[in-house]
Nanobody
Framework: QVRLRESGGGSVQPGGSLKLACVVPRDTFGRACMAWFRQGRDNVATIDLSSTTTYADFVRGRFTISMYNGKNTLYLQMNNLQPEDTAEYYC???????????????????WGQGTQVTVSS
């Protein structure tokens, strides 16, 4: 069983920032497309082994997905957060592909437990 572990959620005011992290087992990190979803189904961003990224329209320009190989960790930097960004955020791994990540949740094999992000004044 591959276990992904998210952290970094919390409560912020509109316009604030948070950075989510997801620790991935090393043997998975080096061979999978990685992604962040919210509410378990809505794709937020993806990143492949060439560091090619994709973003949902509703976060483009505000969120940044990245990987740090030295710590086998996936990140999501979230800036200018708005109340509509309030959700449970999940990291996920698609071990069926390393490049050309897809946004559909059904393609992802392993998921973290989720971390709550709340944006309110």
């Amino acid at each position: 069983q591959v276990r992904l572990r998210e952290s970094g959620g919390g409560s912020v005011q509109p316009g604030g920032s948070l950075k989510l992290a997801c620790v991935v087992p090393r043997d998975t990190f080096g061979r999978a497309c990685m992604a962040w979803f919210r509410q378990g189904r809505d794709n937020v961003a993806t990143i492949d082994l060439s560091s090619t990224t994709t973003y949902a329209d509703f976060v483009r320009g505000r969120f940044t997905i990245s990987m740090y190989n030295g710590k086998n960790t996936l990140y999501l930097q979230m800036n200018n957060l708005q109340p509509e960004d309030t959700a449970e955020y999940y990291c996920a791994a698609d071990v069926g592909r390393a490049y050309g990540c897809v946004s559909r949740s059904s393609a992802y094999d392993y998921w973290g437990q989720g971390t709550q992000v709340t944006v309110s004044s």
